[in-house]
């Protein structure tokens, strides 16, 4: 039998890991957080924010895996994968609103070659 243990608190969090201030700070941004499971076992956290124009994701797969990407009408504009979490939401974070000058807005196309 598995040994449960207690939650801690974000502060000890952020002092055991650092990098987890700015989910905080999404947090307190009014993102939304889902854990995401397969076969009951956590393979991912995710952050959310959906406006009228847009969504903007993070997904944490461990210390080492972070992918953040940006969703319109149409599908993904923007992506980026990466292995430090601050950078990859800091970079979701620096851009533009979309319909502003430097938003992306050319929808990415899977490179897969799909066969029925």
């Known amino acids: 039998m598995a040994a449960t243990r207690d939650p ?16 905080l ?3 307190d941004h009014d993102w939304r957080f889902h854990l995401l499971q397969e076969n009951d ?5 995710a952050a959310t924010n959906s406006t009228d124009s847009h969504t903007d994701a ?3 797969f461990d210390r080492h895996h972070v992918l953040a990407n940006r969703l319109v009408g149409d599908g993904v504009v923007w992506m980026k994968d ?7 939401v800091t970079d979701l974070l620096a851009l533009p609103a979309p319909g502003e000058p430097g938003a992306p807005n050319l929808v990415i196309r899977s490179s897969t070659l799909w066969i029925p």
């Open 82 to 88: 990466g292995t430090d979490l601050t950078e990859v």
């Open 25 to 27: 700070d999404l947090r």
């Open 41 to 45: 076992d956590l393979v991912a956290v």
């Open 58 to 60: 993070v997904f944490v």
């Open 8 to 23: 801690i608190t974000a502060a000890e969090a952020v002092r055991r890991f650092p990098e987890l201030a700015i989910l």
